[in-house]
């Protein structure tokens, strides 16, 4: 997802999860030992809420404060954050395989941008490497847009996790897939700026 350039850039979403000064520099190994292991794929897809192909596919769980999904890739005891990971990350490598150094910092590592602009996306169609440089540029040429994700007014944390919390409440209630979608389109309606005219 663009994010303002006042905001971090995307590859700090996972300082920001394990706090500094400690850097989230996931070996490329480690990547892969998590997505070969049937029960942390189980335990993410748990908490992915698929949909049709084109449209996105929510994090149903944990939403850090930038707006992305959180995931506790590694089986630790404990609440402790290490492990822990952008679900966008792990989706998009779920499907693409390990990407090096993807989510490291520095100017000329790769950064996932969301084609869709929605942070809690999850769907690897809706994902796509970038750099932060084209991330920004994106932000400037689509935050302005009423109608985008961008706009909403709870900003994209508040939004994600409305979004979140409204597919749980759904899944909770036994709703129907068209109960569930009416649901997302309430929540995400719900943070709209308002059109005077
Ligand atoms: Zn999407």
Redesign the pocket.
Known sequence: MPSPPSEQPQHDDQLALFGPPQRARIPAELWQSWLDDPAVVARFEAKRYRRSEQ????WAAGISSTGHGTFRAASLPGRSRRGTVPAHLFAYQLEHGVIPRLGWSGADDPCLC?????AG???P???RLGTNAENRAEWARRHRNPHGPLADLRGAAGRARAVAAAIRAGITAGDTADQIERRIREAQTAGAPLTLW
């Open positions: 449209t996105c596919w929510i969301h084609r869709c602009d929605e996306c999850v769907n169609a809706h994902l």
